[in-house]
């Protein structure tokens, strides 16, 4: 068989993540903000294809005058839509600028595990933006919570400090925000959390349709707005943006054309092949770096779109592969990343009584959620109905390691209900791990027995 590589640069995903055992880069607070008589931080969000940000209400007050820089672009002028009581504040970026919602760490289930990581976790991140592009980030503790709103931080070096330019600095657990810094005293800062945030600024917000056109508004939307969101670069037949990849080329039998993937290890991916004007035969698969077939598909005509689901557990450079079987034409490979590694193992994956998480696993992948007992506990694990197929086993493990009890195979287009129970004490772990397909899933964790 003649094989054809093509060559070609990959261009990294929008985060890079370390293995489940590392310790994870922390993103850093979005923007720098600055007016007349102070300066600080804030965080930005999308809303349809607008781009607001969060800041601290004692920033932005009193002043006509708001600036924004991000690590490209500098003295954007923003301006205030509203602000709430809780020292929180509410700016829009213009039009021109919309772009830089794509830096955006704003978590997508609006922070509504936040209640959950705090309970759990006493170690934070603190990471702020310089002006100039810089970071710097501080090991945090948490030192006390009220019953929702704020939570209280402390550095752990004693040598450094909290200081006033810090407020709208993001707070993380992993790469999880989980509030933002809004006043300092006495060496202890006063955190608003994410999901209040999320709730306050929630009715404004929902003025801005999908489209980012504020409803009561009679304003059209330019015929050039779309032109404000990044095409994506292009390197030869390889187009990329954000978490996705297209390749198209043209194949014949006995062909085989490959493209380097590179991954950080248990990275889930959903490939679409689009329908083509000809009808050409061909299998499709991905290789591990040692050049190990991991998952492959075929024989599929090109003539029909497809959808495949792949996966790995490895870290470094994966060959995606397609080869042709019968016929010649075009064909082109949409590559999305649609779980990384700290989305499924990272360490904010924590569960209690009442909490849901959403997520995508695919073959050969898993995620796991830390949940935190007293022994003698008995669980109800609900998996509601997706939309797609995929395949896939649940699980509960000890704080050893091992396996208490498991179920599969089930799949993801029916509801199923699943009861554990541990007469152990600590931190164990709840996976589901993907057999087949590529899917999105969701667990709601509910605590239905409890000894004391």
């Not at 993001?170 to 925000?177: C, E, F, R």
């Not at 557990?313 to 999305?336: A, M, P, Q, R």
Request: net charge neutral; charged share 25%.
């Amino acid at each position: 068989m003649m094989t054809t590589t093509i060559k070609t640069k990959f261009l990294s995903f929008s985060f890079i993540f370390a293995t489940f055992f590392a310790v994870y880069e922390v993103a850093a607070s979005d923007v720098f903000i600055e007016t007349d008589m102070e300066f600080g931080r804030g965080m930005l969000r999308a809303v349809g294809d607008e781009c607001f940000i969060y800041t601290p209400k004692h920033v932005v007050e009193d002043t006509d005058d708001i600036f924004v820089s991000t690590r490209h672009n500098k003295d954007v002028e923003a301006s205030l839509i509203t602000s709430y009581p809780q020292d929180l504040a509410l700016l829009q970026l213009p039009n021109d600028y919309r772009k830089l919602c794509l830096e955006s760490t704003w978590t997508e289930d609006g922070g509504s595990r936040v209640r959950t990581i705090i309970q759990s976790l006493k170690k934070a991140t603190l990471s702020f933006r310089k002006k100039n592009g810089s970071i710097v980030d501080y090991d945090l503790r948490i030192v006390e919570k009220d019953l929702h709103t704020y939570f209280y931080i402390e550095l752990e070096n004693s040598k450094k400090s909290l200081k006033k330019g810090m407020s709208g600095s993001t707070v993380y657990v992993a790469n999880y925000p989980i509030g933002m810094l809004v006043s300092v005293a006495d060496g202890v800062g006063r955190v608003l959390r994410i999901d209040t945030i999320a709730n306050l600024s929630q009715s404004v917000l929902a003025e801005f349709d999908e489209s980012g056109t504020k409803k009561t508004s009679n304003t059209k939307k330019s015929a050039n707005a779309s032109s404000n969101r990044p095409k994506g670069r292009s390197i030869n037949n390889v187009s990329s943006s954000n978490n996705t990849q297209v390749f198209k080329g043209k194949l014949s039998s006995g062909e085989t054309i490959s493209f380097p993937i590179h991954t950080v290890g248990n990275t889930a991916f959903r490939v679409t092949m689009p329908k083509q004007a000809g009808r050409t035969r061909y299998s499709i698969g991905l290789n591990n770096p040692a050049g190990n077939k991991i998952t492959s598909y075929g024989v599929d005509f090109t003539d029909k779109t497809h959808v495949y689901g792949f996966g790995t557990s490895d870290e470094g450079e994966h060959t995606l592969w397609i080869s042709g079987s019968g016929g010649v034409g075009s064909f082109e490979i949409k590559l999305e990343e649609v779980a990384t590694t700290e989305q499924l193992v990272g360490d904010a994956n924590v569960l209690a009584h009442g909490d849901k998480v959403k997520g995508y696993i695919a073959i050969d992948t898993f995620a796991s959620y830390k949940v935190h007992t007293k022994g003698n506990t008995a669980f109800r694990v609900t998996m509601p109905k997706q939309a797609g197929r995929t395949r896939y086993s649940i699980g509960l493990n000890n704080p050893a390691g091992k396996k208490i009890k498991s179920y599969g195979v089930d799949f993801t287009d029916k509801t199923h209900v699943y009861g554990f129970s541990t007469r152990g004490e600590g931190e164990h772990t709840l996976w589901i791990s993907g057999s087949g397909g590529v899917g999105s899933f969701e667990i709601k964790l509910e605590e239905v027995a409890i000894t004391e």
